[in-house]
């Protein structure tokens, strides 16, 4: 399983940048995947994950109504749209995926896109 993220940059706080996950080597549409980001001093945390059923999401606390998990699965891409960013935001991001197929939620992330880096400014 190969994991490409994409679309980070850099962005003024209160802006929106919209990351996407290319997937390739399996099934796509069987399987959940999900988002993580890891700032600058911090371990890695979790952000969303969406179920192999694009019905079946679920958002970190710190995150909630301001990013939102999609997947397009005919073109095997993950989204992560980011709106009203701000300095916390700046992280590294990860899309990842696991073995779970049928999944509704990402449960062990077993694969790692090599991350793309979000900075926001003030």
């Known amino acids: 399983v190969q994991l490409q993220a994409s679309g980070g940059g850099l962005v003024q706080a209160g802006g929106s940048l919209r990351l996407s996950c290319a997937a390739s080597g399996r099934t796509f549409s069987e399987y959940p995947m999900g988002w993580f980001r890891q700032a600058p001093g911090k371990e890695r945390e979790f952000v969303a994950t969406i179920g192999w059923r694009e019905r079946d999401t679920r958002y970190a606390d710190s995150v909630k109504g301001q990013f939102t998990v999609s997947r397009d699965n005919a073109n095997n891409i993950v989204s992560l749209q980011m709106n009203n960013l701000t300095l916390e935001d700046t992280a590294v991001y990860y899309c990842?995926?696991?073995?779970?197929?049928?999944?509704?939620?990402?449960?062990?992330?077993?694969?790692w896109g090599q991350g793309t880096q979000v900075t926001v400014s003030s």
């Open positions: 990842a995926a696991d073995d779970t197929r049928y999944g509704r939620t990402l449960l062990n992330p077993t694969y």
